[in-house]
C-alpha cells in the first residue's frame, strides 16, 4: 500500500518547469520504507533511444521540439500549475493543461500524471508517465513515478516492467543509493526477499545513512 502527499513547490529561473516534491511511503514488511522521490520536470529537449522508454500512443510525437515550449502559448502555466498542485487543486490544474499546454511535450504529460494520481489514485497514472517518457526519455523522474503507478496498478506484467526500469535505472546510476533502494521495494512487493535483502544492503553500502534501507 502506497500513501500520497504533496510536498513544496519551488520555482527554478534556469528550467522552463517548476520543481516538485512528492512525498509517500511504501508499506511493507521489516519496517523499510519509501521516501518519496524529489519530482524534478525540466524543459529540456528529448532525446531519443533510451533502453527504457516504452511506445505510447496517449500523446502524438513533438515535432521541432526545441522550438515548442510545454506551456504552450501560456508561460503563465509555469508558475500557475505547480501553485495549484501545491494547493491540492489537482482537478483545475489538469484542466488548464487540457485547455492551454501542450499535450505532446513530456513536461505537459508528467504534471497530467501528478494531476491524475491525485485525483483517481497512482495507478491511474501510469499512461501518462509513459507518454511523459515516450516525449523525453531522459526525465529521470517520470520513471521514479512511472515505477509507483505501475506497482500501484498491479496488473499482469506491470511488477516486471518496474523491475526492469529500477534495474535498468540503478545500473545506469552505480554510485547512486536510490535506484538501489528502489529495486529492493520492487522485489520485496514481488515476494522476491533474498534478492530484495540484497539490493537493500548495496544500498547501505552506497550510503550508509539511507533511512528507508
Excluded at 177 to 199: D, K, S
Aim: proline letters at 7%.
Amino acid at each position: 500500500r502506497t500513501t500520497w502527499g504533496l510536498g513544496m513547490l519551488m520555482s527554478s529561473h534556469h528550467t522552463a518547469a517548476h520543481f516538485m516534491t512528492q512525498r509517500g511511503e511504501w508499506r511493507r514488511p521489516r519496517s523499510h520504507r519509501h521516501r518519496g522521490p524529489a519530482s524534478s520536470p525540466s524543459s529540456s529537449q528529448p532525446r531519443r533511444g533510451n533502453p527504457m522508454s516504452k511506445n505510447n500512443t496517449a500523446a502524438s510525437p513533438l515535432p521541432h521540439a526545441s522550438t515548442v515550449q510545454w506551456w504552450g502559448d501560456d508561460p503563465t502555466l509555469e508558475q500557475r500549475i505547480p501553485e495549484l498542485l501545491r494547493d491540492m487543486r489537482a482537478n483545475d490544474a489538469k484542466e488548464l493543461l487540457r485547455t492551454r499546454a501542450d499535450l505532446r511535450h513530456g513536461v505537459s504529460q508528467f504534471y497530467q500524471g501528478v494531476c491524475i494520481g491525485m485525483m483517481e489514485g497512482e495507478a491511474a497514472a501510469v499512461d501518462a508517465y509513459e507518454a511523459a517518457i515516450a516525449a523525453m526519455p531522459a526525465m529521470t523522474v517520470a520513471y521514479v513515478n512511472l515505477i509507483r503507478a505501475l506497482l500501484a496498478r498491479a496488473r499482469p506484467g506491470d511488477h516486471d516492467r518496474a523491475l526492469h526500469l529500477g534495474c535498468t535505472s540503478a545500473a545506469a546510476q552505480p554510485g547512486a543509493a536510490e535506484p538501489q533502494y528502489t529495486v529492493g521495494v520492487i522485489l520485496m512487493q514481488m515476494g522476491r526477499t533474498r534478492e530484495a535483502a540484497g539490493a537493500f544492503e548495496k544500498t547501505l553500502q552506497i550510503d550508509p545513512t539511507h533511512h528507508g534501507a
